[in-house]
Nanobody, 116 residues
Framework: QVQLVESGGGLVQPGGSLRLSCAASGFTFSSHAMRWYRQAPGKERELVAGISSAGGSTNYADSVKGRFTISRDNARNTVYLQMNSLKPEDTAVYYC?????????WGQGTQVTVSS
């Protein structure tokens, strides 16, 4: 079955950096686009970044452009989100996502808290 396991979240000061990882299994990772979403308390889940199956195409929410970078390692079945220049408004639970055979799959999420 499809499994997505995020890691790398934590508490960081404003201006700091974190790298999130999402280990995927149960499907042909290299054939599927991947996305990162986030959900802050009291807000709807929003798309943060996406990457094509081979990694040649990426897209970002305007709020994170120039600060976040999505990448993937198809040999390790892992997608990453490098987050730099973090702001308090980046505080949220971050989720990995894949659409596989017309079904949506989410990881359990990893908490990112940006605070001094």
């Amino acid at each position: 079955q499809v499994q997505l396991v995020e890691s790398g979240g934590g508490l960081v000061q404003p201006g700091g950096s974190l790298r999130l990882s999402c280990a995927a299994s149960g499907f042909t990772f290299s054939s599927h686009a991947m996305r990162w979403y986030r959900q802050a308390p009291g807000k709807e889940r929003e798309l943060v970044a996406g990457i094509s199956s081979a990694g040649g195409s990426t897209n970002y929410a305007d709020s994170v452009k120039g600060r976040f970078t999505i990448s993937r390692d198809n040999a390790r079945n892992t997608v990453y989100l490098q987050m730099n220049s973090l702001k308090p408004e980046d505080t949220a639970v971050y989720y990995c996502y894949v659409n596989y055979r017309w079904a949506d799959y989410w990881g359990q999420g990893t908490q990112v808290t940006v605070s001094s």
